[in-house]
């Protein structure tokens, strides 16, 4: 028997069913056939052959193939070509791609076709529609008068009309005799060419330009450019034009060499062709090098910024990191910085760190430099390079101890420095600074540790005087004569340990809270004093020479866990610190500042921080305060800070290589006056409109140093994103800057003056990392 005859008895059988019942009322049974392309089944109200190899099926015929699935008034199919034509209202799926039309040709081997008025949707919201849509495989679509939109309005809010397009709806649409259009309104009635990026996935185009106006820098574009270089790079470049400046170009290259390598490399250049001068007040600037910065000092016509992030972890406990940067000019961050962070920093830093570390040792190497901003003196005191070596502490090895007493324990901290700078002192410095210690258990109450620690330091230079420059600046003046200072710190530590816990039962999802009460106390002696402290340098490790004092601290923390289920969840809602210290030499104020910090975090929607120094003595009072809170409900957050510094403050006692304040030559420990609020807002006003606000003000000058304002409209397939910013006249500048600025989005395309970077989001795109 041929392969027919399952066919034509199938059909006989549909015939004779057919008959006894009225026409359209009864659907066949499925017919099941092979073709070119593989099996397929069809369902129909009714079916012919009117020759051996062509199926004609009409009436509620749907024709099924894997995950092919094709719905017509009328089904015509070649069982030797696999050719099969749907008329009537015809839907087509692939998968989740749905395609429509009045009449549809496709090839169930060669998985194309045509379709004449059709319209296609692929997940998760691109559509395209035409007069003729040629199917070429999965997706991919050769357009004939088309359209392409994300919107799922009709007349859709934004569409691209074309004469001609290729639509690649995993990848980009393109096209000729094109024009974008707003409903029915051609908003820009005619490009010679157009395209968008429609790939779900990193790739290579425009993204969405941000135009604005500013006092500073007149009218500016900024256009973005994305490269995807390979899964494992990419890089983004943005043409910035700005009307009362020049011409500049932003620059971001990302790279993963190895899952455990990686970096960033970024920079910012302009050439300023529109501007020769900035007002700069820069502090002091009575030499001769800075004489022209009162009246207008002229910058360098080309200016920038530039940095580079590396880091790779070469193996278990070997590191390498790298975070370079570096300025053209000390005003370039004040003027075209966006973020205030970088509009006020006073340095530029650099720093190169190789780490290697074993179960309790720890080996650092630094190379660190900066540029001050704030002086036009080369004051700069980099370390070049600055070696660390730190050993936990740890029992002696070999020695027991006694058992009464306990194991006798030691620890180090090592480092060696080479100072490099232009004006003042440079040289070397060697410090060692080894601790013995006894920790001795009392009744298992509270711990005593015992500690002796010795120190040498050693410097290869002496200091002969100082030098006040015509600016006011102060440099040491040193002689090759190495010198070393040698002290002894002598002292006990205290440390007791009191808790209790409370079950809650699973009030507010908490389990149990566990309240902790930690006193400490330490005791230092120190007798450094077989050398004047005037005739060392100012790079010192540590300038108290000889001390006796006790530092005392308090701890009160409250730590919770969650109602047990599937992983139970612990965080500190509550710690409160305080800590002070006093001084035994007969100072005048023996009794050092009182610090406090307050921790609270109860849940999800509230936090709070704050610190404060205080002083007891009359004309100290409030030293120093901060204080940061936040609340986060469903469509509200809003975030609240504080900073203040009584000016004179005192800095307190530095740490071993602290590198917290990089301008070293300062001979002073006083902190500057502040006084500064900053606050940040957002809040969703309903479904389609959110507003954002953030503050910095200076309450000493009671001035906005800068302010934000934000409205961000989004729909279904677009989004408007417009911002204000006000910013007051900086050290530096010769004006205030008012500037505005608004970008559009549209879902799931790239910029619409070439293809792009798939965005959708109301803010500056950020493109997906590249692939480890």
Sequence with gaps: MTRKCPVVLALAA????????????????????????????????RMEQPAGNVLIARGNVELTRGTIRMLADRIEINRDTGDAVG????????????????????????GTGVVQNGRASSAPYYRVSGEVMER???????????????CDDDPPTWSFHFGKADADLEDIIYGTDASIWVKNLPLLPWFPILGAAVRKERQTGFLFPTFGQSSRKGNYAEIPFYWAISDSQDLRLQFDYYGSRGVGLTGEYRYVISPTAGGTIRAFGIHETETATSQVNAPGATTPESTGAASGLRQPDNRGWWGLQHNWNIEPGLSFKADVNGVSDDLVLREYADNLYDRSRQSVQSNVFVTKTWPSVNLIGNLFWYQDLTTL????????????????RQPIPGLLGVPVLGQLNYELAGQFTNFVRQLGSEGTRLDLFPRLSLPLPVYGLFTVTPFVAPRLTAFSKTVTGTQILADGTKIEITKDEPITRRSIDLGADFEARASRIYSMGGLGGIDALLHSIEPRATYTWRDGTN???????????????????????LVNRVRARTAEGTEAFRWEPVRFTMSSRYDFTGVDRPVAPIRAELILDPGRYFYFRGDTSYGIYKGEGFLSGNTDVGVVLPRFAATLGTRYTKGGADLGSTILGSTTSPNTNALSGSLPSTNFVQGTMRADLNRYVSANFSTAWDLRTDTFVENRFGINIRFQCWALDF??????KEQGLSASDNEFRFALYLLGVGGPFGVGQRFSGPSPPSVPAPAR
């Design 87 to 110: 008329l009537g209202r015809v839907i087509f799926y692939d998968g989740q791609d749905r395609l429509s039309g009045e009449r549809i040709d496709y090839n169930l081997k060669t």
């Design 531 to 553: 050398l004047s402290a005037a005739r060392l340098p100012q790079w010192l490790a540590d300038d108290t020479l000889e001390a006796s004092n006790v530092v005392f601290s």
């Design 14 to 45: 549909a015939c004779l069913l057919g008959g006894a019942a009225s026409a359209g009322a009864q659907a066949s049974r499925p017919v099941v056939m092979e073709t070119p392309g593989g099996e397929v089944t069809i369902t129909a109200d």
């Design 377 to 392: 003196r080369p004051v700069e005191l980099n370390r070049l390079p600055d070696v660390r070596l730190s050993v936990t």
């Design 723 to 728: 911002s204000y910013i006000t910013r007051a």
């Design 136 to 150: 070429l495989d999965e997706s991919h679509y050769l357009l004939r008068r088309g359209v392409f939109t994300t």
